[in-house]
């Protein structure tokens, strides 16, 4: 039996209605009682086998909602694995199931290797012995298309920038262990001195990663693109149109949206997440005022903005004070209902947020929609924010990286209280294996190499 | 002719790793034979006096701990001792010793002379003889053959050696000896594949014509503890000093206008050497910004004047290594005694091994030391023993000896040479080991005597010590962890004049010991039941307790990485059966042929799946059997 629990999306990636979060070890029901809040009961202090629970699953940071679930606990050994096993049944929406993933492996699973359910449900007798060949072969596709991906994930600026990051953590740990293991040939002094600082810079460069890793989310997860304006500009029937669908409800009546609405669109090859948001407006309705928060958050983490106004109607306070709002953004100014006569000032709103593209439409014949979406994938693929950085990383490379910075820290810690260098050492190694399972590369071998390259050692 | 008498086990080579493999195998009662080229070059020091040091000292204690020679060996003949990388902590201390060169040679040969079970004779031998299953003896240059039931190869540099110093060239098995021609041969007709490796040696030259004013010296240091669990106090011997001196601007222009003329540089040196250990002209090609290299001087013995230089190693021609000797402060008039020579020879590629250092190619066939790629006197010597141990346990049908890379340096020398061989010589380093601060010298008979004793190597009354000691340190460690100081008036006086942190609640004696700034002894005062100690067992339990944490982290990574190393891969498994491997992988698993599934994961190229795979096809395998024998009974 395995000692370790594992966690994976089990369903296909990609959107789909549902998804599937599978966890199964020893652990699995220690993890399900800390992330899952059933619907009516809190936190279920003991599952039942073969139960489907109705709750939520918690942030294990802030006990935020993340998704509404519905939860199973398969307890060993009648499970597939033969483990104590949880599957969450979530939405299928790329963020929610990322994060429910992301608060497994917080909460102390490890990610699946691929193949590795189908592995433990066969080491652990649960499958017949006829089927060894099968799960053999399963193991292999599947890490053939993971190597695929990855390697295609591992294009770019990401690997790059790990790549050099590991190359300063071996740098580092070569100068100590040079002084380690040939005392008496290497004519080092500064080395503990300088090593203080080059952790720091090293952590600081991770944060900045991880903060780009997630930026670069785009090509896997899609751009997030809001559409946002006031009241009844017709921000739902423009989602509709770019979803060539009717998905959101479309009424005369203001604030018809009352919670933000996602969908996954493809515009000029580039994914895109749209996020349809309640109309922006001072307002008494508590419900109401509900979406125009969480309207207004999803403008902050937004990559694009989709600012609609009103093309019949003169521009109105609230317009301009959105305009301010998303002016910290990279937005295109949508002047809709262009089927009917003009009346909005053009000029004034060009003075107010100058540079920003702006295109006319009618969402209802669909006019402009085609030039609209040009440029939203224009500026997703040339524009900027990609530009900036292509960081595509899937969740196992962000724990590691995330893992990398953590042994940092730990080895700041150690510099700090004045362990001695073996000790420092051990954190580094940690740090550099983190990064090289990423790059696929082993420590022990670089940092030899590195010794004998960068220092003058002989008898 | 064959030899009347048959032995159990011969042994080829008495360097080091034959020393030690020979008296190994005669102490677990066997009849030993070992057999050299010249019985006065025994235990010979061929390049540096100098033993130990980051990594070599940990192997030297675990022979020693295990109940090998070589500890004892240094403590009785060493002339300069220090302790190594005091201020980096526990596990990477090292001693370091400079020995008698002449002495350390005839305290070994005595060893030797004076052990039971053991026939030491001078003969070359040409021929490793072997029937369709086993390896059966060897026979010698003069014509006889002796039989045996193993045989262990630690020829070391002697295979094919050649010895270049300039524009010339010899065939030599080392400076001023013979080489091995025939046994080269024999091993390549057996079918094993030989590579060719490359070392060097510096000039020595006359104390007496040296100006050791204009050096700077290095005393022999006063060391808590010997290489060797059994060496009591170490006494007052006459101690040797060395010196350091620097290579100068002078001295590189004269290498840069010479390098025509060096072997390494002309091309006519086919084999790899060590990049650890370049020589002089190799370092300053390499580093051509540096304006010095160091020098260290170091006495070779008492009775002689030859004096090493270390750092000088060279294959330039003799008259340029004496002009680049000369171009040195303080060395200005000095008499080469003998040049600095770089030698090529065959070695046997590792991987061609078995973990217990037995040949896959023939069975009773064991290698040990140089022949395997390696370089120092310490990698050959652990070697040695442990193909002393295993052929041995092989004769008496007992369980072979494989220590775990998280159990000895030993392991990870040897795991590293058949699991990934090698291309220079290979040389132990602190950072090629992952479980570092558990593989400390102070531990080392903690980790290893109980196997030592376990195969007949420490005798009853050294392991009873060992036992007492590792109580002593149980007891006192447990007894600091209990022992709790509370925030009393006086406790909090007492740390202030320690200059350390007041106390907030109750704690342990241990977790005062924690805190950077203490030591063992800094608390002494806020220790009043504090039993008396030996010093070995003081620092052992300081070190378990400072670096708690830290050790308790490797001992979980330990746990995951031994349940691979559990997981073993019978002998005939066909890995051509296997489906879904990658082609890659079943290549590399046929060629290692690893014992087990840990050390199947650590062969280059082979895949996370392709382990993945193998798990799951020996899980089939094993249920098959299981089947088939519920079957038939």
Redesign the interface.
Known sequence: MERDTIAAVSTPPGEGALAIIRISGPGAIKIARSLFRAGSAGIVEKFESHRVYYGFILDLKDGKKIDEVFLTALLAPRSYTREDMIEISAHGGMQPVRQILQQALSAGARLA????FT?RA??N?RLD?AQ??A???V??SR?EAGLKSAVSQLRGFLSRDIEELRREIIGLLALM?A???????V?ISEVYDKALDKVQGLIRKLDDLIASADRGRILQDGAALAIVGKPNVGKSSLLNRLLREARAIVTEIPGTTRDVLEAMVNIGGVPVRAFDTAGIRATTDMVERIGVERAREVILQADILLLVLDGSQPLTEEDCVLAVECAQKRTILVINKADLPPAVNEEALAEMMPGTPLLRISSLTGEGVTALEAEIAAILLGGEIVLERITVANIRQVEALVRATAALRTGREAIL???????TA?DLHDAADALGEITGETT?DD??DR??SDF???? | MVYEKSYDIIVIGAGHAGCEAALASARMGCATLLLTINLDSIALLPC?C?IG???KAHLVREIDALGGEMGRNIDKSFTHIRM??L??????QAL?AQVDKKYYQMEMKHTLESQDRLDIKQAMVEEILCDETAVTGVRVQTGIEYRSRAVIVAAGTFLEGLIHIGETSFPAGRGGEVPSIGLAQNLKYLGFNLGRLKTGTPPRIDARTIDFSQGKIQESEDVPLPFSYTTGPISGRGRLSCWLMETNEQTHRIIRDNLHRSPLFSGRIKGTGP??????E??VV??PD?ER??I?LEREGWKTSEVYL??L?SSLPEDVQIAAVHSVKGLEKAELMRPGYAIEYDFLLPVQLFPTLETKLIKGLYTAGQINGTSGYEEAAAQGIMAGINAAAAIKELPPLILLRSEAYIGVLVDDLVTKGTEEPYRM????A?Y??ILRQGNADLRLTEKGYRYGLIPEDRYQRFVIRREMIELETARLKETRLRPTGQVQRLLRDLGSERLGKAVSLADILKR??MTYRRTATLDKDRPSLPPDVISETETEIK?EG?IE??QQQVVQYQRLESRLVPEEIDYDA???L?REGREKLKNIRPVSVGQASRIAGL???DI??L???L??QR??AL?QREKTS
């Not at chain 1, 003058?456 to 008898?459: A, L, N, P, Y």
């Not at chain 2, 201020?87 to 990477?92: C, E, L, T």
């Not at chain 2, 990049?275 to 002089?280: A, E």
């Open positions: 290797e691929p193949g590795e592995k066969f080491l007798g012995l060894a060949e799960v053999m072969s193991i292999k890490t262990e002084e380690i293991d040939f005392p008496e040939d004519e209280c004045g362990q001695p260098a073996e000790i051990v022990t940092v030899i010794i004998f003058c050692i002989g008898k | 540096n100098s040091g980051p990594a190594l990388n201020s980096k902590g526990p596990a990477v370091r990049r650890y250990c370049p020589s002089i190799d370092k390499r580093f540096k290299h160091q260290f270390q750092g190693s380093l602190t950072s090629r992952e570092r601060l950077p700034d670096y830290y982290k490797q296997i489906p879904s990658s895949t996370p799946a993945t795979i798990i799951v096809y899980e089939q249920l098959q089947r």
